[in-house]
């Protein structure tokens, strides 16, 4: 027992070590697809992570009936938004946009990457902004200061998504780099069905909108 928290100790340790930073100055975009099968690039189940230098973001956007306007896709993300645990900081229905925060708590091993994974349950907690803007017919959702709050025996590890990517991608161990991925995977599949769950009351063609009965 232990040993496996002293080992999880040294892994948060070193995820908090100082990343390096390419600074080549560069936009770089990855499609994260978490379906099943591989299909068109814009499908429901997959998001954007876009890389501009140090700063990490997921965004995506979401056509709709070209009738629907900002004014209604404007109020359906508010009634939408009024069921989760998301605080409003910002709205403006002529500008067509509106920001919120969050803190969500989530488990590593919930993606679709470590499901047949050996590790038991590993809780931790994600806050983040997500804006959504708006024009006649789509809208588009960014989530960003992505930052991750990783449980320890002296307590809650802080770190942001853009070192988390960095600990994925680079020449770490083996262990450090599937937690980091773990970390990753898990939040992208709590995005996509969030937005995709956005992105079905904006449309109102669901059986439970049926203005029929």
Same mark, same amino acid.
């Given at each position: ?16 070590? #100082?990343?390096? $930073? ?6 770089? /975009?990855?499609? !994260? %697809?978490?379906?099943? =099968? ?11 992570? #876009?890389?501009? $230098? ?6 995506? /956007?979401?056509? !709709? %009936?070209?009738?629907? =306007? ?144």
């Amino acid at each position: 027992m232990k040993t496996l928290a002293l080992s999880t100790l040294l892994m948060m340790i070193a995820f908090l070590a #100082k990343a390096q $930073d390419d600074g080549d100055g560069k936009i770089r /975009t990855y499609q !994260v %697809d978490h379906s099943v =099968k591989s299909p068109a690039p814009i499908a429901p189940d997959s998001i954007k992570l #876009k890389i501009e $230098d140090n700063n990490v973001y997921y965004q995506k /956007t979401f056509k !709709v %009936d070209s009738n629907i =306007k900002v004014s209604s896709i404007y109020t359906r993300v508010l009634e939408f938004m009024a069921a989760k645990n998301f605080q409003q900081n910002y709205g403006y229905e002529q500008e067509g946009k509106i920001i919120y925060t969050s803190a969500q708590d989530l488990n590593a091993t919930s993606g679709t990457f470590f499901e047949n994974y050996e590790a038991g349950a590993s809780p931790y907690t994600v806050q983040f902004a997500f804006s959504v803007d708006m024009k006649n017919g789509r809208f588009r959702c960014t989530i960003s200061n992505v930052v991750f709050f990783l449980p320890s025996e002296g307590g809650n590890w802080r770190t942001n998504l853009y070192l988390v990517y960095q600990k994925m991608t680079g020449n770490e161990s083996r262990r450090v780099k599937n937690y980091a991925r773990s970390l990753i995977d898990s939040f992208e599949k709590y995005l996509i069905d969030f937005t995709n769950g956005l992105y079905t009351e904006v449309e109102h063609k669901a059986d439970i909108y049926n203005s029929k009965f």
